[in-house]
């Protein structure tokens, strides 16, 4: 069977369900969400973190990885290099503007699905607290807060009486926290249900359990996608949204494969419980979101295992006792369960955004590593912008394809 689309959106996580929800606003495009529901899908393994700053200046699932690794490397190495410990991975500029832009969106557009679609993504103002246990904690964030002069007015430093203040559960243990006032929280399965669903009620034809299988083309142009269960979309512009999997994708649109990789990343989930956490906390062992049902999520590891998605006991067992660690009364609760999701990594950690030079009826909207839930919003815009070649709210040209080697690309096939 042939159907024919203004647009084909592959991938139905919640970037490519952003993509279709602001594409579907103005109702004057045909429009096609297609997803495969491969196990991995990276939204299922978020937080639901809208942790603006705290993302752009390496927290969360960042500080883990890159203190475990600069911890690894003192072992190794010694001494010397103790310092690296201490310096804060922090994105470049250009991510600050896209991420905080993204997150400025989430108000009305939390308060635009439920009055319009009926769908409540559980949009919070939690804020976002590093917990300090040391004077190396205390040192990183100090780095963290110099290089941000401009958002000073975001930051608020709690000594230990205030952080036992605002949040009571929080172990002795901790000498105080940097907050971070602007990052709050979503629930990130509601979030991605939320986009769908008000998509489909605007008009978009989703087709879910579809695999797509090669990318059609059409006059020197990518023209459509084919698939095994629902044979071939034809389209004026082909979306690539597709996560972990999206190097495939564009490889067969284009030729070029994108350096898009997945990125391992196991969390856990604990049983219902009283609220126990005010705010979102993160330190350099786990971080934690308490939700609205009462249920904490903990995560989370970086792990470059490929397409695998099993979970393993050391990793599970250093997020127990670093939740452990930092509430001492999570030993008393049990986990509900534990999985792990396929981030879609780039070398750079930015998204990769936008049209590839040379290439017409294609788009990239991929490549955003942990941050999909966080600048879900923005992209969706700009994607939406891009189709109507309209003017976007920011530069995308450091998030472009082209922004890596030619050579590298065709390398990576």
């Known amino acids: 069977m042939n159907r ?18 602001h594409l579907s606003r103005r109702q004057n495009l045909r429009i096609a969400l297609i997803d495969a529901k491969r196990p991995g899908n990276a939204t299922r393994a978020s937080a639901g973190g809208l942790w603006a700053i705290g993302e752009s200046v390496g927290l969360g699932c960042g500080v883990i990885f890159f203190r475990m690794m600069s911890a690894q490397r003192r072992q190794a190495h010694g001494a010397a290099v103790a310092v690296e410990a201490s310096t804060p991975h922090i994105l470049p500029p250009a991510f600050f503007e896209f991420a905080l832009q993204s997150n400025a969106l989430y108000p009305q557009l939390h308060r635009e699905l439920i009055e319009r679609h009926g769908m409540d993504f559980k949009f919070e103002r939690t804020g976002l607290k590093y917990v300090i246990y040391d004077a190396e904690d205390r040192l990183y964030a100090e780095h963290i807060v110099a290089r941000i002069p401009h958002l000073a007015d975001q930051l608020r430093w709690l000594d230990r009486a205030a952080l036992r203040e605002a949040e009571p559960a929080v172990s002795h243990e901790a000498q105080g926290a ?3 006032l602007c990052d709050h929280q ?6 991605a249900d939320a986009y769908s669903e008000a998509a489909r009620q605007n008009g978009v034809d989703l087709y879910f359990n579809t695999n797509v299988t090669s990318v059609l083309h059409e006059g020197g142009r990518v ?3 084919r698939t095994a269960e629902q044979g071939s979309f034809h389209c004026a512009t082909l979306i690539n949204a597709a996560g972990a ?3 495939e994708l564009s490889e067969q649109a284009t ?7 997945p990125v391992k990343g196991q969390i856990l989930l604990t049983e219902r419980m009283p609220k126990l956490l005010e705010g979102c906390l993160t330190t350099s062992d786990c971080y934690m979101a308490q939700k609205d049902n009462g249920e904490i999520l903990i995560g989370s590891t970086t792990e470059d295992k490929g397409f695998d998605v099993s979970t393993t006991f050391p990793e599970v067992a250093g997020l127990v006792q670093g939740a452990i660690r930092c509430v001492p009364q999570l030993k008393e609760i049990n986990l509900k369960r534990c999985w792990a999701g396929l981030r879609p990594g780039s070398p750079d950690e930015l998204p990769i955004l936008g049209p590839m030079a040379g290439v017409e009826g294609y ?10 839930i966080l600048t879900s919003a923005i992209t969706g815009v700009i994607l939406e912008r891009l189709v109507h070649q309209e003017s976007l709210p920011l530069d995308i040209t450091p998030f472009l394809a082209d922004r890596f080697e030619v050579g590298l690309l065709k390398g990576l096939g």
Do not use: M, Q
């Open 178 to 180: 940097l907050e971070f």
């Open 4 to 21: 024919t689309y203004d647009v084909v959106i592959a991938g139905g996580g919640v970037i490519g369900a952003s993509c279709a929800y």
């Open 223 to 225: 023209g459509g996608v």
């Open 245 to 247: 999997w999206a190097a």
């Open 186 to 191: 979503v629930s990130p399965f509601r979030l």
């Open 363 to 372: 788009l990239n909207a991929c490549g955003h590593f942990r941050t999909g």
């Open 255 to 261: 030729g070029i494969r994108l350096p898009v990789k």
